[in-house]
């Protein structure tokens, strides 16, 4: 019923930066809230792994691997979060997902809770 749509994925070199985008939108009839947006990553052969989450009143939560270097931010009236990532290294290489979490409803539906997915975008760091 929610929907995330990521951009801003790429190659880039080592100390490079890249700025990840991603925006929520509802099927048609559907209102929704959001109570925190985070970005995840998927390197290769290795688990999904927590990069970055804003919560509805602002408050951030980083990997320690990505502090200093990573900003997560967000866009109330747009629904959507950025992840501004800068002195990229090789490791940061992966798949980058968005994640949303919160409540929809319609005219004809109660108020239901949902946990969403973007489709991922590859981010790699080479030279």
């Known amino acids: 019923q929610v929907h995330l749509v990521e951009s801003g994925g790429g190659l880039v070199q080592p100390g490079g930066s890249l700025r990840l985008s991603c925006a929520a939108s509802?099927?048609?009839?559907?209102?929704?809230?959001?109570?925190?947006m985070g970005w995840y990553r998927q390197p290769p052969g290795k688990e999904r792994e927590l990069v970055a989450i804003?919560?509805?009143?602002?408050?951030?939560n980083y990997r320690d691997s990505v502090k200093g270097r990573f900003t997560i931010s967000k866009d109330n009236a747009e629904n959507t979060v950025y992840l501004q990532m800068n002195s990229l290294k090789p490791e940061d290489s992966a798949v980058y997902y968005c994640?949303?979490?919160?409540?929809?409803?319609?005219?004809?539906?109660?108020?239901?809770?949902?946990?969403?997915w973007g489709q991922g975008t590859q981010v790699t760091v080479s030279s």
């Open positions: 994640n949303a979490d919160g409540t929809y409803a319609s005219l004809i539906s109660k108020s239901s809770p949902f946990d969403c």
């Open positions: 804003i919560t509805k009143r602002g408050g951030t």
């Open positions: 509802g099927a048609s009839g559907i209102i929704f809230s959001i109570d925190s």
